[in-house]
């Protein structure tokens, strides 16, 4: 099945600073890969998501990489602001269709 | 309108107690899951209802049942339960479960504790 890793497991970064985190996947048939944001005591949220057929993705201050190639994708956010801070987990869809989750990352922006 | 809505918010149950999970969405989606999520981990897939027919059930004790009763409702009965499944329990859904990876929207969570 699917296994997808994660890093950093947790991020400290100063507000208006920028944040990446870096998910890696095993399937090669994983075509889906969203992000989500988890706030304390809240349900995920999706934040964004990419597609196999597409190199990066922006809204806004979030952005997306995925390179096939090499099996990893990921999440950047820039001019970060207290409120961003949360956990946020990558996933991947693998052959069964399902959505495989990273141990997600707590990410702390410092004002 | 993403919203998929979950009751209760918190559940605190005996090991003896019949309780029950609700899931509401209203988005026209064909796909519904449960998960359960154990602190600081990610959400682990527990059942998928495609259809409003059980299309995966990954491996979960008898003493969760799940139920899908129509399109809008998602149902987890729970019966003799451990403290260890003491959890956030998750529903979320999407467009379809069985032809590709849809977007998955999530609900609150029901935090269920079992004494």
């Known amino acids: 099945g699917e296994n997808v890793e994660q890093h950093p497991s947790t991020l400290s970064v100063q507000e208006g600073d920028s944040a990446v985190i870096k998910c890696t996947y095993s399937?090669?048939?994983?075509?889906?890969f969203p992000w989500y944001k988890q706030e304390l005591g809240k349900g995920p949220q999706l934040i964004i998501d990419?597609?196999?057929?597409?190199g990066e993705k922006k809204d806004q201050r979030i952005a997306v990489t995925l390179n096939k190639t090499a099996k990893h994708f990921s999440l950047h956010i820039t001019e970060t602001q207290p409120e961003d801070s949360a956990v946020y987990f990558c996933?991947?869809?693998?052959?069964?269709?399902?959505?495989?989750f990273g141990s997600g990352t707590q990410l702390t922006v410092l004002p | 309108d993403t919203e998929v809505t979950q009751t209760p918010k918190h559940l605190v149950m005996g090991m003896t107690n019949k309780k029950s999970l609700k899931c509401e969405q209203h988005?026209?989606?064909?796909?519904m899951y449960w998960y359960k999520q154990k602190a600081k981990k990610p959400p682990e897939l527990m059942f998928v209802?495609?259809?409003?027919?059980?299309?995966i059930n990954e491996s979960v004790p008898s003493r969760f049942s799940p139920e899908c009763p129509n399109s809008s409702l998602l149902n987890l009965h729970l019966h003799a339960l451990q403290p260890e499944d003491s959890a956030l329990y998750l529903c979320?859904?999407?467009?379809?479960?069985?032809?590709?990876?849809?977007?998955?929207?999530f609900g609150p969570g029901t935090r269920l504790t079992v004494l």
């Open positions: 979320a859904s999407s467009q379809s479960g069985t032809s590709g990876v849809y977007e998955q929207f």
């Open positions: 399937d090669s048939a994983s075509n889906y």
């Open positions: 990419i597609r196999s057929n597409v």
């Open positions: 996933a991947a869809s693998g052959s069964a269709r399902q959505l495989t």
């Open positions: 988005m026209g989606h064909r796909a």
């Open positions: 209802y495609s259809y409003e027919k059980l299309s």
